[in-house]
């Protein structure tokens, strides 16, 4: 869904067998972002970048992968994909592709020696184009979720997709969700009785979800690190526990710049898309 903006395209490399995979979103030049991690074990690269303070305004690409922090280096293979291309920030040596990485556990799923590298990243890459597909594939292959119980008490988790619209303004999202929470559907409440609850410890590295927001608007990265914000209150409203200290929980926002649009409607656009679309995996 998140590739009826514009501009957008979305690919996957995928191998169920081990139980891993990527997914690579492109952007149009000139795509705004900034970002926020929320979770205690996060895997990321070049996130930092992000930061509002931080000289660099746009994005090329955001890779999401398998593979917990080994997955990362399938940005190497985006970053080689758009030199090829000519796309990147500009220096007086040429242009430096900006390839923000976020990365999953999935390596007690299927096969712990296969992980997404830089010849998977650059395949998706390749594989990049306006259709979307939703599921287990990509980033999402070997995810799972309701694990804070148990593992036994697991179910598997995948990519989920959003979209809202407010006249000519869209937000969409792809989410790839592997959480130590249960998706929740107004009933996990219930498991909790006062004063018998006592919340388990969560094992660091082995949960997370991650996932990119996108948008037509035209927006600051100011702007979209208040977006980003706004992305992990979807997070809570759908998982519950969400932002755990052993989930690597973390979003981009990215603003590709079409339309004006007022800022508080995009965040709440934001906050309902992340949710429906961590909800639509349990579907």
């Not at 976020?102 to 990049?128: H, M, T, W, Y």
């Not at 287990?136 to 979209?163: D, E, M």
């Not at 989930?247 to 709440?268: C, K, M, N, P, Y």
Request: hydrophobic content about 40%.
């Amino acid at each position: 869904m998140i590739t009826e903006i514009k501009g957008i395209r979305v690919g996957h490399w995928s191998d169920h067998e081990a139980a891993t995979g990527c997914s690579v979103i492109l952007f149009p030049e000139d795509t705004v972002a900034s970002g926020e991690i929320r979770g205690g074990a996060p895997a990321t690269r070049d996130f930092s970048l992000l930061n509002p303070s931080r000289l660099v305004q746009h994005v090329n690409a955001v890779v999401l992968s398998g593979g917990s922090a080994f997955g990362l280096s399938a940005c190497e293979g985006v970053m080689e994909y758009l030199e090829l291309e000519g796309i990147g920030f500009k220096t007086g040596s040429g242009r430096v592709p900006i390839v923000v990485g976020l990365s999953l556990f999935d390596l007690n799923v299927g096969d712990a020696n296969v992980r997404p590298g830089p010849s998977q990243g650059k395949e998706a890459a390749n594989n990049a184009s306006s259709k979307s597909e939703l599921g287990q594939l990509g980033a999402g292959t070997g995810a799972t979720v309701s694990k804070w119980r148990g593992a036994n008490f697991a179910q598997p988790g995948g990519l989920g997709g959003g979209i809202l619209r407010d006249g000519e303004l869209i937000v969409a999202c792809l989410i790839a969700v592997n959480a130590s929470g249960d998706i929740d559907d107004g009933t996990t409440s219930e498991l909790i009785e006062e004063g018998s609850f006592v919340f388990p410890e969560i094992l660091p590295f082995e949960n997370t979800t991650i996932g990119v927001v996108a948008t037509n608007a035209k927006m600051s990265k100011d702007a979209c690190h208040l977006a980003s914000q706004s992305a992990h209150d979807g997070y809570a409203r759908a998982l519950f526990p969400s932002h755990t200290s052993g989930d690597g929980d973390a979003v981009v926002f990215a603003a590709t710049g079409e339309i004006e649009a007022d800022l508080g409607t995009v965040r709440a656009l934001t906050t309902l898309a992340v949710e429906s679309a961590i909800k639509s995996v349990a579907n």
